[in-house]
């Protein structure tokens, strides 16, 4: 397996990483966009990356090398096997030559396949697989924690999530610059809302406030949810983040019933506003 620790100190060891991604982009003369179109790394995080500012996953560092033409095991800090090593002798491939372990391997394709997986049983109104549609959540919960801040904005934004909650101007990754306990929590809200949109059709960020809150005011009776009662709402609900984890977990349950709400409904449940700064 490729050893993770370097001889050099660390950040050392990152700018120097650093220093050979960026000399082997210019040497190509490619641009960070045209690696971001090649790898699907963001030029952000690229330029994070050779600035020595962060340090890419395995799986990241293994297709820049792949694209660069670098060794992959030099690049990862892995020691030189003697040239006729005894693993040579037995026809083991060299370090440099081998493919990223199978268990640090790209995460996304994963996940996403998980999520057409688990939309494909809401389609079928979870018919006979609420077993396995759970199992498959509590799968996907712990694979999307394994995705970069990148990936996750990403994904998020495949997925159709509400636009207008960006943490900060660099994304996820700048929060994780300022307050890593915060860039985690928030991570975690982002991964809950994913999930939506596989079991409940939708991101409930994304839709038309006053459509939802007719949904809530349906369902409160039935698993007694009680309003937060914030001031300066009409109907007392408050505004997303008070009220959408208070109904998150019925609007579920009711889908996993075959009871579901049909949130891909855009006559009944308009998509929310993007709010334009003064």
Request: with cysteine; hydrophobic share 40%; glycine share 8%.
């Amino acid at each position: 397996m490729v050893k993770q620790v370097r001889d050099l100190p660390e950040n050392d060891a990152i700018a120097t990483m650093g220093a050979k991604l960026r000399a082997a982009r210019d040497e190509l003369g490619f641009s960070r966009a045209k690696v971001q179109d090649e790898t699907g790394i963001p030029a952000k995080t690229l330029e994070h990356y050779e600035a020595g500012s962060s340090e890419p996953t395995l799986t990241r560092l293994k297709a820049l090398c792949d694209l660069y033409k670098l060794p992959f095991g030099e690049m990862a800090g892995a020691e030189e096997a003697p040239k006729e090593s005894s693993k040579e002798a037995v026809g083991e491939t060299p370090m440099e030559e081998q493919s990223v372990p199978k268990e640090v391997a790209g995460e996304l394709p994963v996940v996403e396949a998980m999520l057409e997986e688990l939309a494909a049983f809401r389609v079928a109104g979870f018919d006979g697989s609420q077993r396995r549609a759970m199992a498959l959540v509590s799968e996907l919960n712990a694979a999307m924690k394994r995705l970069e801040s990148d990936e996750l904005e990403a994904l998020a934004e495949t997925r159709g999530l509400f636009e207008g909650d960006r943490p900060t101007a660099d994304g996820i990754f700048g929060l994780f610059v300022e307050d890593v306990d915060e860039a985690q929590r928030f991570c975690g809200l982002v991964e809950e809302r994913i999930v939506d949109t596989a079991i409940l059709g939708a991101d409930l960020y994304a839709i038309d406030r006053e459509a939802l809150v007719t949904v809530a005011d349906e369902i409160k009776d039935e698993f007694d949810i009680e309003e937060p009662r914030y001031l300066g709402w009409s109907d007392c609900w408050g505004d997303y983040a008070e009220f959408v984890p208070l109904i998150r977990e019925p609007l579920r349950k009711l889908a996993l019933m075959g009871k579901g709400v049909n949130f891909t409904d855009p006559g009944q449940f308009p998509a929310r506003e993007l709010e334009v700064a003064a």
